[in-house]
């Protein structure tokens, strides 16, 4: 991965682990949204970040996307069971 790609994916990481703590410290629609937002922006650079490294260890980028996709399952079921928003 090239310094610049891994300094974003590293960045991006962490503001989006940021959001999903203080979402699983306090619940509440506006820490839902924040997480959900940092998640989909994680997405949309996802396949730029990874685009070189999956020449290599495609089934590793694979297996990060579908946490990803785990990640986004999880919010939703939050959204709809623990948080009763529809």
């Known amino acids: 991965m090239e310094d610049s790609n891994l300094k974003?994916?590293?960045s991006k990481s962490n503001e989006l682990g940021v959001a999903l703590n203080k979402l699983s410290n306090q619940p509440s629609r506006s820490n839902?949204?924040?997480a959900k937002t940092q998640l989909k922006q994680?997405?949309?650079?996802f396949p730029k970040w990874m685009?070189?490294?999956k020449r290599n260890y495609s089934y590793q980028?694979?297996?990060?996307?579908?946490?990803?996709e785990t990640l986004d399952?999880?919010?939703?079921y939050g959204e709809?069971?623990?948080?009763k928003i529809k």
């Open 8 to 10: 974003a994916w590293s």
């Open 42 to 45: 994680f997405e949309q650079q």
């Open 73 to 76: 399952k999880l919010l939703s």
């Open 51 to 53: 685009g070189q490294h």
């Open 32 to 34: 839902l949204l924040a």
């Open 61 to 68: 980028v694979k297996t990060w996307s579908n946490r990803l």
């Open 80 to 83: 709809r069971v623990v948080l």
